[in-house]
């Protein structure tokens, strides 16, 4: 498993997921983000210890993705392991 994208911003590091909007219920897409909600809160038990920064994990549907859309704006609301 490969994510989309690895994000490190000043509060924490992000794995993003991207899929298509009528693929965000697929088995395999969900048994992947459990696997990847599961990453992240090893990362950040980790990292906390270490001091790092924490882990989150959003999958996100690409029809929300825009253009003119802040970083935070899109990603905050599918951050499925919110701490």
């Given at each position: 498993?490969?994510?989309d994208f690895?994000?490190?911003?000043?509060d924490?590091?992000?794995?993003?997921?991207?899929?298509?909007?009528?693929e965000?219920?697929?088995p395999e897409v969900?048994?992947?983000?459990?696997?990847?909600?599961?990453?992240?809160?090893?990362?950040?038990?980790?990292?906390?210890?270490n001091g790092g920064k924490?882990?989150?994990y959003a999958l996100i549907p690409h029809d929300k993705v825009a253009k003119?859309?802040?970083f935070k704006g899109i990603i905050l609301p599918f951050i499925i392991n919110k701490q």
């Open positions: 498993y490969e994510p690895i994000v490190e911003a000043k924490c590091i992000y794995i993003i997921e991207i899929k298509a909007a009528n965000m219920n697929d969900l048994e992947k983000a459990k696997a990847a909600i599961k990453y992240c809160n090893y990362a950040t038990e980790y990292t906390a210890v924490p882990w989150k003119n859309g802040s």
